[in-house]
Structure formats: structure tokens, C-alpha cells
């Protein structure tokens, strides 16, 4: 499917994956409260969109990182399952491998924290305004906590990793930090599937990052030599 360029931030592209045309309005659609009618509606576009604006700027922590140390960020993609800065000539030092990685998470726990402070001022000038800060508040916050998992090629894993590194060297490390996260991707898949066995539904989102997960862990996994 095809990317759309929606404009740009410090210069660099940002592409808006085709799937999102359809996974968007749907996630306006659930995070509103039934029964709100076309007002909830449209607050729950402006929350799709500040949602997917946040995730701009947690991959643009991460670019702005590597680009101070030297790499090229091609552009940040927008996907369902996230966004996903592409970046050429990165640092394989472990100290910039971790600040790269870490910048992400930064960015989205001080979104989160912003949000979730503002709210109750924000919810006393417009009741819908506060809504909005809290959810994405709160969103940011578990995205920021739940990308610390340490699952390569999650942030969390890549910093796993970047501190395995100087002890064992490169390529134990990368073998130790796609291990792990198979297994945290069998765990994910686990959790997702797990309410469908009694009478639940399938955590969908859970259960794309699991595969994901998994299959660039095993990716990672034939790339490395033993
Ligand atoms: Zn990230």
C-alpha cells in the first residue's frame, strides 16, 4: 500500500502509511463516548490527529538524536501499529545506540506528563478540551512506558541491547536481545489472545506488535552470525 507525504517537521518528510485512511477515522469513531453524536465525532478526529501529531514527535526525538550525530533521517512513516523514523548511517556506538533509542520514550512519558497535568485546567475552560488532554495523556504515557519493553526492535530492546553491548560485544548482544523478544512476542501474543478464550475479544493492536515483533526479531536473529 502507499504512503502519502502530509508535509514536513525539521526538514525531514513525514509519510502517512495508506492503511491509516481507514484505521484513523475508526479510532476517532471507538474513543469517544457513545451517544455524543457529531459533536463527540469530531473531537474524536482531533484526537486521532494530536494522537498520530505525538507519535510524530516521538520519532522526531529519536531523529533529531541521530541526526546530531551524524545519520540521515529519510522520513518518518505512520503506520497503524506506530510511526517509524527511517534512518540511514546511524552510529553503532552503544552510548548513541542508547540515546537514539532512549529520546523516544522521553518524549512520549513528557507528553504524557503535560497532558495528564493540564487536563483538570484544560476540562474547567472546555469540557471536551480536558477530555481530549487526558486521554492523550494517559495514551502517551502507556506508549511511552509500553515502547520500554525490551523487545528488539522496540525501543526498550535497543537499549537492552546498547547496554548488553560493551560487556558481552555486539553480536552476543543482538542474539540475547532478539531471544528475549521472541519471547516477550509470545507473551504479547498470549495476552492478546487470551480474552478470546473467554468470551473477549482479540487485542487486535497487541496481537500486530507481537507478530511484528517476532518476525523482525527473527529477522534480526539470521543477520547475526553465531
Ligand atoms: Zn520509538
Not at 486521554?135 to 535497543?158: C, E, I, K, Q
Request: hydrophobic share 55%; charged share 10%.
Amino acid at each position: 500500500m502507499r504512503a502519502w507525504s502530509i508535509g514536513r517537521m525539521a526538514g525531514i518528510p513525514v509519510r502517512l502509511h495508506g492503511s491509516l485512511l481507514l484505521f484513523l477515522p475508526l479510532l476517532a469513531w471507538t474513543s469517544v463516548p457513545a451517544g455524543t453524536g457529531l459533536v463527540g465525532m469530531s473531537w474524536g478526529c482531533i484526537y486521532a490527529a494530536a494522537l498520530f501529531g505525538s507519535i510524530v514527535l516521538h520519532e522526531l526525538g529519536h531523529s533529531l538524536v541521530a541526526r546530531r550525530q551524524g545519520a540521515v533521517i529519510l522520513d518518518i512513516l505512520l503506520l497503524p501499529i506506530g510511526g517509524m523514523a527511517r534512518i540511514a548511517g546511524m552510529s553503532t556506538r552503544p552510548r548513541d545506540e542508547f540515546l537514539v533509542a532512549a529520546a523516544g520514550p522521553a518524549v512520549s512519558l513528557a507528553l504524557g506528563a503535560v497532558g495528564w497535568f493540564s487536563a483538570p485546567f484544560l476540562f474547567v475552560i472546555n469540557p471536551w478540551v480536558g477530555i481530549v488532554a487526558d486521554g492523550l495523556g494517559r495514551t502517551n504515557f502507556m506508549l511511552g512506558l509500553f515502547n520500554l519493553v525490551p523487545a528488539y526492535p522496540m525501543d526498550g530492546g535497543r537499549i537492552f541491547r546498547a547496554l548488553l553491548s560493551p560487556r558481552l560485544g555486539a553480536v552476543r548482544a543482538t542474539r540475547i536481545a532478539a531471544t528475549v523478544a521472541r519471547v516477550v512476542a509470545v507473551l504479547f501474543a498470549a495476552r492478546a489472545v487470551w480474552p478470546w478464550f473467554h468470551g473477549g475479544q482479540v487485542r487486535i493492536f497487541l496481537l500486530l506488535v507481537a507478530l511484528f515483533v517476532y518476525q523482525s526479531a527473527g529477522a534480526e536473529l539470521k543477520r547475526t552470525p553465531r
